[in-house]
């Protein structure tokens, strides 16, 4: 499965809000400011996003930076946090992020390589993790974990990199989840691989 060319700019679209620098002015200019954050943030030039964000050109964004974008605005979008739901915290127990939804703690908990609970405002949703939400989580830390590269992941899902990370994001709209047979079959290769070498 591969990502359709006009599915990225709508994706990139969805991101750019919490790349302007100036998220709470009413000033005009909002895309604009929007556009040359995440240039900044990418270390690209503006005209460079904006031809990733226009279904008209022909210019994508790679794989990597997308997860680099995506990522980003996962942590960005935790910090506009008002009331704190869920936490997250090292290994150590200190405090890394605080998100308003579980989706947003599960996957800075795995891209970090940490753990996430709840506050007393969010205790009650915890119950309402569900089995998708495990799988994607359980690919995050397998993707994270780099035992097995992304381009044999990709193989076994028969998807491309932007697939990939996808299939990782939580609480967007194009929502996607890995299959269970095939995430178990990955998991499996990894821990015989991981057994051998030990």
């Known amino acids: 499965m591969k990502m359709k060319k006009n599915e990225m700019?709508?994706?990139l679209r969805e991101f750019l809000p919490m790349f302007d620098t100036?998220?709470?002015?009413?000033?005009?200019g909002k895309f604009r400011r929007q556009v040359e954050g995440m240039a900044d943030f990418l270390g690209k030039q503006p005209r460079t996003v904006e031809a990733y964000c226009s279904t008209s050109e022909d210019r994508t964004i790679s794989a990597d930076d997308y997860w680099r974008v995506s990522v980003?605005?996962?942590k960005r979008k935790s910090r506009s946090t008002s009331e704190a739901r869920f936490i997250v915290l090292d290994d150590n127990g200190d405090q890394l992020y605080e998100t308003q939804t579980m989706g947003q703690a599960s996957f800075l908990a795995d891209v970090e390589?940490?753990?996430w609970g709840t506050t007393p405002v969010g205790a009650?949703?915890?119950?309402h993790f569900t089995a998708a939400a495990g799988?994607?989580?359980r690919l995050r830390r397998l993707v994270r974990d780099g035992i097995v590269g992304n381009?044999?992941?990709c193989a076994i899902?028969?998807?491309d990199a932007f697939c990939l990370v996808d299939y990782q994001l939580e609480d967007v709209d194009w929502l996607s989840t890995p299959d269970e047979l095939r995430l178990h079959q990955l998991e499996t290769w990894v821990r015989n691989t991981t057994g051998e070498a030990a």
């Open 9 to 11: 700019p709508l994706r």
């Open 157 to 159: 899902f028969e998807f």
């Open 124 to 127: 009650w949703q915890k119950m």
């Open 72 to 74: 980003e605005w996962v």
């Open 151 to 153: 381009h044999v992941i």
């Open 113 to 115: 390589g940490a753990f």
């Open 22 to 28: 100036e998220r709470r002015s009413k000033k005009p």
């Open 135 to 137: 799988r994607r989580s």
